[in-house]
């Protein structure tokens, strides 16, 4: 169980203080680094707040072997943990009376809070996406992963009730103190690079987590790529295609909407666009709609190539063959692929899935 503990910020008195200020913060250590710099905070939403906080800062030019090499030379040796992310979410507005709030403030007295841990770990996970979506960087020390449930709880380090001021950031500094008192986890293994990457590449986390909550797509192909990373290539195929799918319905459904302008109320238009895209998915299927909506609703210089959707389709046929066990002479089509043809296919199936988000992106 992470260690619970009761803080407040002594620049706000108790007989000022209302119901909405407190928070639930948690404090954990990822597997893995995120490249934002010694410190990169953010608004997730109007009442919760992330903070990344890295340990050691990395200067981007610096490569794995020189940064290794540096670490083992400092006396005592900078273990590889350093390396890794802590990152701070704070949960306000907990429904808690304002009578507990201002009793417990004075002495910073410890409480039952509500648990709101599921907000937390959808906060984290939702921006590890955006995160990776922005940057396009899939390693830090070990492959990006949305975090599962035991996952959260098994790098949680501390939970703190906060008693601050809603709308106001916490005092961060101080959180962390506190949870580098907690202890730490060890990662063993590292791969990919560690520099840190510059702001004006971090600013677009706001628009790719507002994207993300468009489209879940972005779930999956993160979820495909990790995959990848760990070498599970049938998971990673099958997850590619799942995102090709949600990227290719949400292209055919921007299409059909500006094909269905001339319907001047709203509700309606959408109505007809749904149905239109339901009727079209339910019968022609994506294997066929995948290589006809590049080519009636995308831009010359958007649409991918012939070659590459006809290489997409092997993708989508392979998948079609796992998820329906479907035999060849007696034997599961699966067994005669090899890790690399599989590969290659996931690849593909990529390649024309980041035609169609950056087709998306463009209109949104």
Request: hydrophobic share 45%; glycine share 4%.
């Amino acid at each position: 169980m992470p260690i619970s503990v009761t803080m407040v910020d002594q620049t706000v008195s108790p007989e000022e203080l209302r119901a909405d200020d407190i928070a639930a913060i948690y404090i954990l250590r990822l597997p893995f680094r995120l490249r934002v710099g010694k410190t990169f905070s953010f608004k997730y939403d109007d009442k919760t707040d992330i903070f990344v906080r890295n340990s050691l800062v990395v200067p981007s030019e610096l490569t794995t072997q020189e940064l290794l090499h540096q670490m083992a030379s400092t006396t005592p040796a900078t273990p590889i943990e350093a390396l890794k992310s802590d990152i701070g979410i704070a949960i306000w507005n907990l429904g808690i009376d304002v009578d507990v709030v201002r009793r417990i403030a004075p002495n910073a007295e410890l409480i039952n809070m509500p648990s709101r841990h599921f907000a937390a770990l959808c906060a984290i996970n939702d921006f590890i996406v955006a995160y990776q979506t922005t940057t396009q960087m899939l390693f830090g020390g070990q492959a990006l992963a949305r975090l599962t449930n035991m996952e959260l709880f098994d790098s949680m380090k501390c939970e703190i009730a906060y008693v601050g001021r809603f709308g106001q950031v916490p005092n961060w500094s101080e959180c962390f103190k506190f949870a580098d008192s907690c202890g730490s986890i060890v990662l063993q293994q590292v791969h990919g690079d560690f520099g840190d990457l510059p702001l004006t590449l971090l600013e677009g986390i706001k628009r790719s987590l507002d994207l993300k909550h468009e489209y879940i797509f972005y779930e999956f192909a993160l979820d495909a790529k990790t995959r990848m990373a760990n070498k599970d290539y049938v998971a990673a195929l099958l997850y590619s295609v799942i995102a090709l799918e949600g990227a290719h319905a949400a292209m055919l459904r921007l299409g059909l909407q500006s094909r269905f302008m001339h319907i001047l109320d709203e509700e309606e238009r959408n109505k007809v666009v749904e149905s239109r895209v339901a009727d079209l998915l339910r019968t022609e299927g994506l294997f066929v709609l995948n290589q006809l909506t590049p080519f009636l609703f995308m831009e010359e210089n958007e649409r991918p190539s012939a070659n590459e959707i006809n290489a997409c389709a092997t993708g989508i046929t392979m998948r079609n063959a796992i998820m329906h066990s479907i035999r060849k002479k007696g034997r599961y089509r699966l067994r005669q692929w090899s890790n690399r043809e599989i590969t290659d296919a996931y690849s593909d199936v990529l390649a024309v899935y980041n035609k169609y988000v950056r087709a998306i992106e463009a209109r949104s």
